[in-house]
């Protein structure tokens, strides 16, 4: 059992209820024995003042949500910094003392309810000295910023001057000798707000997915009208020193092209730009798209503006032309699921960081890591940030791609493999054939996986097979060749335009082996859930019987659920995650007029409780049960209670989530009704069963990148395999192990497994992994909601370096 966590709250919130939290151990079984537990870390005392600064970015207010609630309930006092520097530095009402309740109903709402400015007074020694006063006349000596480099910067530099300011204001009269010993240091941990996702040691900042999502959103409506009237469209959006939203916006919907600072096109690119617009319409392409970052330049440090692009086109081309300028629209609206969930999982540890911090701990900033939360040097990051500055400035822009990190470097190399074909006599003749087919349920974002997949594989030589329907399809013979061309326009459509089907290969190995044969495919792509990896390891078990499964297999992740052993996330969960954060945004509001009214939500998931946890995580729930998580009749009744004396506050609505199969007494119908019946007289409740919207809709940005990627990446993997696997006489054998593969991202990588070591780590019956990362996170939820519970921290605390970027560099370069 795992042990119980203290909460300390103000007298006007209502009691957290007791939770007993029976999972807790078979969720962390792999973490060491001695866990740290953050029961242990007590808030007593501590002061905590939270502001936002510099541009907004959608997100900041579910940080500022999380580092509030966590900082009431870990028992240290919480404050607002309204205005960011400037309110710090004019004092008064702009510096309040905050409760649980203040920040309720913010998760949902763009941009930041504590306000944000940028301050000329805090730039001086004497700004900074009265915003100093200001905080020891409320006993803050503890800081969590959210902003972009330059508010982190002025956050560091206040920090370093902390001491010296104290004795300024004792020497002048104007506090205490005692305070500057009582107050004798500050501590500060940053959290990047930024749309721009321009801040180096983190590979997305809060903010940046919901730009995507209101760029694509964008691109999506624009592509319909283009095509009517075949039109080319040049869209400029935001990145004055960062090309990520153009680049990534780019390789979502397929553009033609992008300019972005970090590569600059080569010499000549006019001519360049309209022969392959040229081509395009040339192959009965209706429309085109360029995007252009607004800070796009040349190789000589010119300005590359989206006007000048136009002019170009209809000059040379003389196409029928647009702009559209999507200016602050990529600020607005609400945030994106993946956003809420980093933002609160970022406030969670920011508060966690600032409780551990002591007078030599350096201002750090909480950073994503692939799934994980880091903790890196914010003066690292800064100077970084400050370096791709630099090379770009001085055209050395091979340098400042490396410096942007990995992830943008990958993303501009996927993007120059897929957005042009190569003349047919430039490209390899590799004389393999490779087959792409879709298994399982539909999932929003497979159509981006087989276009990556078709368009890299031509690129390496091949001869692409696309499977219709599934093994049943490829049972029957429904395949045929597929070229570059015939895979245009699918990044942004829904569903599988493959087709698909759940129905296993068991039964049809013989006609299977026989189709293969018949089109010589050497290769095979599967792209699916839980039963195209089952199909994987039918096909394998099957190679002692049919030599021709003995060629090299991969599978790549694409279903809702996200219940695949081996991957930390599916192409297609994300998206349906939007869509029940977005139903229970609506759902919510709807009980905004009436009160006391708590929603009852069923979602999708089969056995696997991820997307009622995170759905939960995202949209602020009291409770999400779930199948891994045992849970009976004692406590469905101790959350009636809870939302009992939630309602005795002015939160007076309760929004609950089930997964579909958590518990087959305890169903959706049965706890609509114990719930109305125990809250008779308090509350009322309403029942909504999502059901298949969850699997349609348009791919969110995130599922179309990561299925380019991860598509690519597992096309590259079959290039070498079939190279390794070549046999003199002509043809293709492999029958090892590690010739099947599944590809999926694990924790900060994506990694090559067998199926069959898979076995394993699988439960069968439920059809779920038997450890899945996300469970860590769960006590997040309940901790937000007010849940006595514990939360293991064993993997927080630890200072990482920015790779490439020691403490000690800095030091001697700023000297």
């Given at each position: 059992m795992a042990s119980e966590g203290k909460e300390s709250k103000p007298d006007s919130q209502p009691a957290a209820t007791q939770f007993t939290c029976k999972d807790l151990a078979a969720s962390a079984t792999h973490q060491p024995t001695d866990k740290k537990l953050f029961e242990n870390l007590s808030g007593a005392g501590k002061v905590i003042g939270v502001l936002t600064s510099g541009g907004d970015a959608q997100g900041m207010n579910a940080a500022v949500r999380a580092v509030v609630r966590m900082g009431i309930y870990v028992g240290a006092k919480m404050y607002f910094v309204y205005e960011g520097y400037q309110g710090m530095v004019d004092g008064g009402n702009n510096i309040v003392e905050v409760t649980w309740e203040c920040v309720s109903s913010i998760l949902q709402v763009g941009g930041t309810v504590i306000g944000s400015a940028r301050c000329q007074a805090f730039r001086t020694r004497e700004g900074r000295l009265q915003a100093a006063y200001n905080l020891i006349q409320k006993g803050i000596t503890n800081l969590c910023v959210i902003g972009g480099d330059g508010s982190l910067t002025g956050a560091n530099l206040f920090r370093e001057e902390w001491s010296g300011l104290l004795e300024e204001l004792a020497k002048a009269g104007k506090i205490e000798k005692e305070a500057v010993k009582k107050y004798a240091y500050l501590n500060i941990v940053g959290m990047v707000g930024s749309i721009d996702n321009d801040f180096c040691g983190t590979d997305m900042t809060i903010g940046t997915d919901s730009a995507l999502h209101r760029i694509i959103e964008v691109v999506d409506a624009i592509m319909t009208t283009a095509q009517s009237h075949q039109r080319t469209f040049v869209l400029e959006v935001m990145g004055r020193h960062c090309g990520y939203l153009a680049l990534v916006s780019a390789l979502a919907c397929g553009a033609d092209w992008v300019f972005i600072p970090e590569y600059p096109p080569e010499e000549g690119w006019e001519k360049l730009l309209c022969t392959k617009l040229l081509e395009n319409r040339a192959n009965k392409k209706r429309l085109n798209i360029i995007i252009v970052a607004e800070g796009a330049i040349d190789i000589h440090n010119k300005p590359i503006t989206s006007e000048k692009v136009k002019d170009l086109v209809v000059k040379q081309l003389g196409y029928d032309t647009r702009v559209t300028i999507l200016g602050h629209v990529q600020r607005g609206g609400t945030p994106s699921a993946f956003d809420r969930i980093l933002a609160s999982r970022m406030g969670v540890d920011a508060v966690l960081a600032l409780l551990e911090a002591t007078a030599d701990t350096p201002a750090c900033v909480v950073?994503?890591?692939?799934?994980?939360?880091?903790?890196?040097?914010?003066?690292?990051?800064?100077h970084m940030t400050q370096e791709v500055q630099k090379a770009m400035d001085n055209c050395q822009f091979a340098e400042a791609v490396k410096l942007r990190g990995r992830s943008f470097e990958n993303?501009?190399?996927?993007?120059?493999?897929?957005?042009?074909?190569?003349?047919?006599?430039?490209?390899?003749?590799?004389?393999?054939?490779?087959?792409?087919?879709?298994?399982?349920?539909?999932?929003?974002?497979?159509?981006?996986?087989?276009?990556?997949?078709?368009?890299?594989?031509?690129?390496?030589?091949?001869?692409?097979?696309?499977?219709?329907?599934g093994f049943e399809g490829f049972s029957k013979g429904q395949i045929k060749e597929i070229t570059w061309g015939g895979v245009g326009g699918w990044t942004g459509q829904g569903g599988s335009i493959l087709g698909t089907k759940r129905t296993l290969p068991a039964k049809y190995l013989e006609t299977i082996a026989e189709q293969m044969r018949i089109h010589n495919i050497n290769a095979l792509l599967v792209i699916g859930g839980f039963e195209a990896y089952l199909g994987l390891l039918e096909l394998s078990a099957a190679r002692e019987k049919y030599e021709e499964f003995c060629v090299p297999m991969v599978m790549v992740p694409a279903t809702v659920s996200n219940n695949v052993p081996g991957s930390d996330f599916s192409i297609g969960a994300d998206t349906a995650l939007n869509t029940i954060t977005d139903t229970c945004d609506r759902i919510k509001q709807s009980a905004s007029g009436t009160k006391r009214r708590v929603f009852i939500i069923e979602t999708m998931g089969g056995y696997c409780g991820y997307l009622a946890s995170m759905g939960g995580l995202a949209a602020g729930a009291d409770v999400a049960y779930i199948f891994e998580e045992e849970f009976d009749i004692r406590e469905l009744q101790a959350n009636v209670e809870h939302l009992t004396e939630k309602m005795k506050t002015s939160i007076q609505r309760g929004l609950v989530l089930r997964n579909e199969n958590c518990n087959e007494n305890y169903t959706t119908d049965f706890i609509y009704q114990l719930y109305s019946e125990e809250g008779k007289g308090i509350f009322d409740c309403r029942k909504n069963v999502l059901g298949h919207m969850q699997q349609g809709g348009a791919p969110s940005p995130f599922d179309r990148n990561f299925g380019t990627k991860i598509s690519a990446k597992a096309v590259l993997w079959l290039s070498e395999k079939l190279k390794e696997s070549y046999r003199k006489e002509g043809k293709v054998f492999a029958n090892t192990d590690d010739s099947v593969c599944l590809l999926g991202m694990r924790t900060r990588k994506l990694i090559f497994q067998p199926v069959t070591e898979l076995k394993s780590e699988t439960d069968f019956e439920h059809r779920i992994p038997k450890e899945q990362w996300w469970l860590k996170l769960r006590p997040l939820m309940k901790i937000l909601a007010k849940y006595k519970i514990s939360y293991d921290v064993s993997d927080s605390g630890q200072l990482e370096h920015v790779p490439g970027c020691e403490i000690g560099q800095i030091e001697t370069q700023t000297a």
């Open positions: 950073s994503l890591s692939g799934n994980q939360s880091v903790r890196l040097p914010l003066m690292e990051c800064v993303n501009l190399n996927t993007y120059k493999l897929l957005s042009q074909k190569k003349p047919d006599s430039e490209l390899p003749k590799s004389n393999f054939n490779v087959a792409i087919m879709n298994v399982g349920a539909p999932a929003a974002g497979m159509n981006a996986a087989v276009r990556s997949a078709v368009r890299m594989g031509i690129s390496e030589g091949h001869k692409m097979f696309a499977v219709n329907n």
